[in-house]
């Protein structure tokens, strides 16, 4: 059925469903950890997408393969970073300290003051949610965080290669098949065979439907009638949206230097994303 809801509602549908599954992730880590889970839900994506999109394997040239392999391991460790970091902090500060790596990218790509000034914020709100600013906050979580940023920034440059080269949602389903074999060893590390009871992969195709097949297919809905600097805006709302959510579903409340250090990070994502309307 065709989508006719206005973008900026598909947009925030996207985050929602993102974060939703994130928080519904972590209230599964007692039962299947994060190694497992990430793996369940990067794999049952890659299936979810190779069904849909049906891509051809042969036939690509060797930098395209090597693009291919690329874009799927920063994908199995961006996402392995950040189950890691919501195992050991709240949603909302991990998602904040994610887009780090977005803003860094920014002023790599940038010449501009205006951006520099953007960056500062982010790393103002960085360094309050630093363990060194509030001992609320584990480190590693923190390290976590901003490691999983730094790969999503990769992630960003990697997509955009990706998009020139191969059609439609191809290159990512076929990627996503990639970070799922990367990530194979790590959830049998992690739970072995208890990795592929009915259980365990029924909760996880629920965690991949809802952090990557539905959240994905909105945003590409969205992006065909949006300006991409209006999503950016739209998309720096993600902090504020985990936050929320996270709290209704998990009880994860912060505190106001938190809640302060969330908002400079996200007015920095808005800023960027407004100052760059091409």
């Keep these: 059925m065709r989508l006719t809801l206005p973008a900026p509602t598909l947009v925030l549908g996207s985050m929602a469903s993102t974060q939703l599954g994130s928080v519904v992730a972590k209230s599964l880590f007692d039962q299947v950890g994060p190694g497992g889970l990430v793996f369940l839900?990067?794999?049952?994506?890659?299936?979810?997408?190779l069904i849909w999109a049906r891509p051809r394997w042969r036939g690509h040239s060797y930098p395209n393969y090597r693009l291919m392999i690329g874009f799927g391991l920063s994908l199995a460790v961006m996402n392995g970073l950040f189950y890691s970091a919501i195992a050991r902090i709240p949603i909302g500060v991990a998602v904040a300290l994610e887009f780090s790596g977005p803003l860094t990218v920014s002023l790599l790509y940038s010449?501009?003051?205006?951006?520099?000034?953007?960056?500062?914020?982010?790393?103002?709100?960085?360094?309050?949610?630093?363990?060194?600013?509030?001992?609320?906050?584990?480190?590693?979580?923190?390290?976590?965080?901003?490691?999983?940023?730094?790969t999503w920034g990769l992630y960003m440059v990697l997509s955009a290669r990706m998009g020139r080269v191969f059609q439609g949602i191809d290159g990512l389903a076929l990627s996503m098949a990639v970070g799922a074999l990367l990530l194979l060893p790590v959830g049998l590390i992690a739970e072995g065979g208890a990795l592929f009871t009915p259980l365990s992969v029924l909760l996880g195709l629920g965690v991949a439907l809802l952090s990557s097949a539905l959240p994905y297919s909105l945003e590409m809905s969205a992006l065909r009638q949006l300006p991409v600097h209006v999503f950016g805006v739209l998309l720096s709302l993600e902090p504020a949206i985990a936050s929320v959510i996270s709290?209704?579903?998990?009880?994860?409340?912060?505190?106001?230097?938190?809640?302060?250090?969330?908002?400079?990070?996200?007015?920095?994502?808005?800023?960027?994303a407004l100052s760059h309307p091409a």
Aim: proline share 3%; charged share 10%.
């Design 41 to 49: 839900r990067v794999g049952l994506a890659a299936v979810v997408l």
């Design 247 to 272: 709290f209704w579903g998990l009880g994860e409340a912060l505190t106001l230097p938190m809640i302060g250090a969330i908002a400079l990070i996200t007015i920095a994502a808005a800023g960027s």
């Design 111 to 150: 010449r501009r003051w205006l951006d520099g000034l953007w960056v500062a914020l982010a790393a103002t709100g960085i360094v309050l949610l630093s363990p060194l600013h509030t001992a609320d906050l584990d480190a590693w979580g923190v390290v976590f965080a901003l490691a999983a940023g730094a």
